[in-house]
């Protein structure tokens, strides 16, 4: 018989597994960006609520009322109905820093983004 020789281990450098905290020179740079579009996710929201409704009133006021009726007035209101829909999902859907699970709980629908810790990881926004 041989002699048998002792297996060696390779350790391979590799990327953490989906789930664990990255790297600490990575974690800033990971927050600072999602804060960034959580940010930019609110901003959208809050933009399409105040201007966007004041700008669907007037063009209802001014334009189309005088042409369309009742109906001059209904189209901009669904459109921004539609708009307003569109960024709360987008809102809704923010995605946690640390934990890489969604941010919000997705029922009830507009009473969960008030809330002020992720649902997973209880992390507080930033």
């Known amino acids: 018989m041989g002699l048998a020789l002792p297996q060696r281990a390779v350790i391979l450098e590799s990327a953490p597994p989906f789930g664990r905290d990255p790297p ?11 804060w960034f579009d959580y940010r930019q996710r609110l901003l959208l929201l809050w933009t399409i609520l105040v201007p966007g409704l004041v700008m669907a009133v007037t063009s209802a006021e001014f334009v189309l009322i005088e042409r369309m009726g009742a109906r001059g007035l ?47 990881c209880m992390q507080t926004k930033d």
């Open 24 to 34: 600490p020179s990575m974690t800033i740079e990971i927050r600072k960006s999602t």
């Open 74 to 120: 209904m189209w901009p209101m669904v459109a921004w109905g539609i708009a307003v829909a569109w960024a709360l999902h987008r809102l809704q859907r923010f995605v946690c820093p640390r934990c890489g699970h969604r941010f919000f709980r997705s029922s009830p629908p507009v009473l969960p983004l008030r809330a002020e810790r992720c649902v997973h």
